[in-house]
């Protein structure tokens, strides 16, 4: 068989409004703590979609590790979910120069912003910081009768239609991404995929445990706590190793199919931002990263650490950004 190994590196309201309207740009940067030695004060950082997704976990974890760590303190984290993304992308557009905002995001907001038209685009925010990349996996609920990987495909492949798959990411991000490139590598066209969207894993795992989808197709870490009580069974992950919070589960290349599929994420500030401030934002997150609260969170979350800055995530941004929309555009989705 041919190599499909996928070149691209896949690396969740009326609340919200009250939290972007209530530190604005203006925030008093003399209480700041930027340049002093002292914790860092004000910043925000959005979720585009719902909470217990990915997303909203990284963030989480990302403003816990600066808290403990004392490199910022107050940080905020709050969800304006829709459009797989572009309701928060379109927003941090709109905040232009608001230095204290930023946005959790990763291959699902680009994906999105091609499948949802959206006005703003990626290329228009401040890249920060790329964060980590995460493998996928293939998962079922408990009492589900596919109990490999070759059990569900064989059945898939029998009738692909009748076998839905849960996302929890819109038509152009990583969870629908997955099983596209799943059923072309194993010989199902992609456009008789019975793809079933939801706004992150918060909204997924209630479908996968109400057996409403045959199987997902997400982020491992969405599913470890679940996993771990028995309520989910992971067939397979997507990584070229096995991972270690998962040591008894197969690779999709193990198992006799040929796919390598792994997600990232990052975070981005709207555009316009001032220097002081995008050099602020950077240092927080590279102190986060250089802390051992953050490498203790890597390894607890079998996340991949994948840390770069400012015009070096600027570059991968762009690179995705361009591959995606080569690879939507032969779905016809783009």
Known sequence: MATRRNALVMGVAAAAAIALG??????????????????????????????????????????????????????????????????????????????????????????????????????????????????????????????????????????????????????????????????????????????????????????LLGNKVAFGASGFGEFLDQVEAGQIRVLAVTSEAPIDALKDVPTLKASGIDLVFTNWRGIVAPPGISDADKKVWIDVLTKMHDSAEWKAELAKRGWTDAFVTGDAFGAFLTEQDKTVAELLKQLGLA
Not at 144 to 157: E, F, R
Not at 197 to 206: A, I, K, T, V
């Open 22 to 207: 209530g530190c604005g740009a203006t925030a008093d940067k003399s209480n700041d703590g930027a340049g002093d030695g002292k914790p860092v004060a004000g910043l925000r950082i959005m979720v585009p979609n719902t909470p217990g997704g990915g997303y909203d976990t990284t963030a989480r974890t990302a403003a816990k590790v600066m808290e403990d760590a004392k490199i910022a303190t107050g940080v905020q984290v709050f969800n304006l979910p829709g459009a797989g993304g572009t309701v928060g992308l379109q927003r941090t557009v709109n905040e232009k120069g608001n230095g204290k905002l930023a946005m959790q995001m990763g291959l699902g907001v680009v994906g999105a912003s091609y499948t949802s038209k959206s006005a703003a685009t990626l290329t228009q925010t401040t890249p920060l910081a790329k964060l980590i990349e995460e493998a996928g996996a293939i998962v079922v609920p408990k009492d589900s009768p596919y109990k490999t990987i070759g059990d569900l495909v064989a059945a898939w492949k029998a009738d692909p239609k009748k076998i839905a798959v849960g996302g929890g990411s819109s038509p152009g991000g990583p969870d629908h991404l997955l099983p596209m490139q799943l059923a072309k590598t194993v010989g199902i066209d992609p456009r008789q995929v019975n793809f079933v969207s939801y706004d992150g894993g918060g909204e997924l795992l209630p479908a």
